[in-house]
T-cell receptor, first 112, second 111 residues
Framework: DTAVSQTPKYLVTQMGNDKSIKCEQNLGHDTMYWYKQDSKKFLKIMFSYNNKELIINETVPNRFSPKSPDKAHLNLHINSLELGDSAVYFC???????????FGQGTRLTVV | KNEVEQSPQNLTAQEGEFITINCSYSVGISALHWLQQHPGGGIVSLFM???GKKKHGRLIATINIQEKHSSLHITASHPRDSAVYICAVIAGGTSYGKLTFGQGTILTVHP
């Protein structure tokens, strides 16, 4: 059973399009995250939600909008995609106070 | 300057060698993670440390809170250990596990 699952795994799209990446965790964790990994493999946090509430927003362009319909899901919607958005996006979850993070397998987004 | 610095950035070893990857950080932390990212891209948490030392199989992780430094050791390295190893910290007082990452160390173990 996959603990944190993301879909799709690969996403190729044209500039200007709007796309979504879905994330689901079956661990019962309260906190979920989106991280971006750039071409140099450097990971950086984008958002964090705790119990469906936004708690971290790391100066990400407002074209990126996370949505958490329930605490098991945290989806990432991106409007007006730009070439610089090409990266691998990782979803993760953890439980506050435990801090062990479980990562999804990543979504490789390529904007052409 | 990044809050979390790893060294070396690239490491090549022969099978069987003892490997050390270092991580230094500049902020007070509540915990430190060592993560492994395989060529396929998935990220796995190897260790979470707040003090002392942990061992799992051939992997050993240590942390010195006073010196703001952690090391990941691999004994008897094997080609399957080839991966990117990432150090990540949780800043002290952060209750929601926000991770700040090092730039990663690319390890290649040759047979």
């Amino acid at each position: 059973d996959t603990a944190v699952s993301q879909t799709p795994k690969y996403l190729v799209t044209q500039m200007g399009n709007d796309k979504s990446i879905k994330c689901e965790q079956n661990l019962g964790h309260d906190t979920m995250y989106w991280y971006k990994q750039d071409s140099k493999k450097f990971l950086k946090i984008m958002f964090s939600y705790n119990n469906k509430e936004l708690i971290i927003n790391e100066t990400v362009p407002n074209r990126f909008s996370p949505k958490s319909p329930d605490k098991a899901h945290l989806n990432l919607h991106i409007n007006s995609l730009e070439l610089g958005d090409s990266a691998v996006y990782f979803c993760a979850s953890s439980q506050p106070g435990q801090a062990v993070a479980f990562f999804g397998q990543g979504t490789r987004l390529t904007v052409v | 300057k990044n809050e979390v610095e790893q060294s070396p950035q690239n490491l090549t070893a022969q099978e069987g060698e003892f490997i050390t990857i270092n991580c230094s950080y500049s902020v007070g932390i509540s915990a430190l993670h060592w993560l492994q990212q395989h060529p396929g891209g998935g990220i796995v948490s190897l260790f979470m440390l707040s003090s002392g030392k942990k061992k799992h199989g051939r992997l050993i992780a240590t942390i010195n809170i006073q010196e703001k430094h952690s090391s990941l050791h691999i004994t008897a390295s094997h080609p399957r250990d080839s991966a990117v190893y990432i150090c990540a910290v949780i800043a002290g007082g952060t209750s929601y596990g926000k991770l700040t990452f090092g730039q990663g160390t690319i390890l290649t173990v040759h047979p």
